[in-house]
């Protein structure tokens, strides 16, 4: 059972609306701790989850944003934002949080997470993956 | 590897549809199923995503679903096969994996 497998995780919700986004982070972090080859798509309204400035404490609910900013540390460093959903939304990478990890092969450099692919790129990630988890 | 995509939101209302014609590869398979079985339909404001797609992708549409809402196969856009719960078997089958457009 030692067999590393690509795991995509295809997110698709905005943050607080529902629980999707949340069931997500959650489920990455269980696949990263049994040191699986994990990567998150941020498609349409999943785009919404990377928004920096996050401000929960009016709604009495957990603002879970902080934790995308940890997933470099649980070896998560392959995040991609379709860029057709970024743009359509009005927003560019500077309005999201730099998600960065550290390499540990280049005295532990830092090194920023997200990419922005075009659909026909990202089409190619999804073909590649051996599982795929939408939410 | 294939896939296969399920689409299971009404085109009206989300749109599931568009993004996922976006990022199927040519040759992907595409399953209509629930309320996505009305993304099937011919002469309405979004047959065109489905009609402009058709030559790379394969569609396919749950016939009982269909059937639950009174949407004949008549109504169908050409081209889509009608498949039942054991063809939707056979496609989760014949794919290496399945991406829910939910």
């Known amino acids: ?135 | 590897m294939a896939i296969l995509h399920t689409i299971n939101k009404s085109p009206f209302d989300k749109g599931s549809l568009e993004t996922c014609v976006r990022l199927a590869s040519k040759g992907s398979a595409v399953l209509f199923i629930e309320d996505g079985v009305y993304g099937a339909m011919k002469g309405t404001a979004k047959s065109g995503v489905v009609e402009g797609a058709k030559g790379d992708l394969s569609f396919y549409v749950l016939g009982p679903d269909l059937k639950a809402r009174g949407i004949g196969e008549d109504k169908l856009i050409d081209g889509i096969e009608v498949v039942d719960y054991n063809g939707f078997v056979k496609l989760a089958v014949d794919n290496d994996k399945v991406q829910a457009w939910l």
């Open chain 1, 1 to 135: 059972m030692s067999e590393i497998k690509k795991f995509m995780y295809v997110n698709r919700k905005a943050p607080y609306g529902t629980i999707y986004a949340w069931e997500s982070l959650e489920v990455v972090l269980i696949g990263a701790a049994f040191e699986q080859d994990v990567s998150m798509a941020f498609i349409d309204d999943g785009v919404y989850q990377l928004v920096k400035g996050q401000n929960t404490k009016e709604l009495g609910i957990k603002n879970f944003s902080p934790t995308y900013t940890a997933l470099g540390d649980y070896d998560v460093k392959k995040i991609y934002v379709e860029k057709e959903s970024l743009d359509a939304r009005g927003l560019t990478i500077d309005d999201l949080m730099p998600l960065k990890w550290e390499d540990e092969n280049e005295d532990y450099a830092e090194k920023d997470s997200i990419q922005i692919l075009p659909a026909k790129e990202l089409a190619g990630l999804l073909d590649d993956a051996d599982v795929l988890l939408s939410f």
